[in-house]
């Protein structure tokens, strides 16, 4: 065998070797899926999370946390938002409301460890609103401020219709920051735990709603870009104003399967008389155990009733104030 023949076996040999480097590599986790064949959503997932919703100024131009970063946010966080401490004033406790018994804010960043759950823009930010939408919130501000006339005054919240953060965009909240997916061939329902509300998503390729008809939590549409459901929403009340936006608010939500407990979930915000420009937003949700159970929000209510009746009073008084004057 000649000198010139050596190369030949030594070149297989490293092919053989980078192949073995390949098939060692670590496979990407199963997808579960379902008979048809799509990424199987189902289950119950939990968005909570610590990981703040825009970039804090400390971490301007920073995308992602460090570990140590991140270990020491994540312990200054659960020390700064523990509602079991006491106020330094009667005042400050009764401000403080529940204790920490009812919460369930998470206590982990998201496993991507971003800086914040907005993506897009870079800086992690929701743009600004444009002045007429500026204009609008200050004048529901205004009128948030005076005595309230009947229950139509409050924010939809307090009246139990839906809570901001139920969505669609689904982004994490104090509490009750649970959904619940079941999917078939032509359907997909997302049972929001916060305020009990049910979203039936078609799948069918039916187009929106008439124009004119309008929904709490929008009309939504879905369909399958490979791996992905995009959940198409427009049709919002002029009443949601999620972060301000008005009944043009057009949300895009992307849900794409990461592994057997991990769920990714994508929203896009377009609403051009309200925002400056469209934005994005992140989160990773986890898989949670179930059942979900109904979070009976108006089940002996009586903090409406109470409210009105302090308005009344605080009117009388007002009244009273002003006769004296006079």
Known sequence: ??????????????????????????????????????????????SASITPFE???????????????????????????????????????????YNEAWFERGTKLLPNLRTSIVVDPPDGRVPALTPAAREANAARAAIGRRQP???EDFPLAVRCIVWPTSGPPMVPGPYNNNYQIVQTKDYVMIDVEMIHDARIIPLNGRPHLPHSIRKWMGDSVGHWEGDTLVVDTTNFTDKTHYRGADDKLHVIERFTRTGPDTLQYRFTIDDPTTFTKPWTGEIVMTHSPGPLYEYACHE??????????????????NAGGAAQKR
């Not at 390949?22 to 959503?41: E, F, V, W, Y």
């Not at 970039?55 to 509602?83: D, H, I, V």
């Open 1 to 46: 065998m000649g000198y010139r023949s050596l190369p030949v076996p030594a070149a297989f040999a490293i092919l053989l070797i980078a192949a073995a480097g390949l098939t060692a590599q670590p496979k990407p986790p199963a997808i579960p899926r379902t008979s048809g064949g799509h990424p199987d959503l189902q289950g119950n997932w939990s």
């Open 55 to 97: 970039r804090p100024a400390q971490f301007a131009g920073k995308e992602f946390f460090t570990p140590q970063e991140a270990a020491e946010f994540t312990k200054r966080t659960l020390e700064q938002s523990n509602r079991d401490r006491r106020g330094a004033t009667p005042e400050q406790d009764v401000n403080g409301a």
């Open 149 to 151: 006339e009947g229950p």
């Open 300 to 317: 002996a209510n009586y903090s409406l009733t109470n409210m009105l009746r302090a308005a009344r009073v605080q009117e009388k008084a």
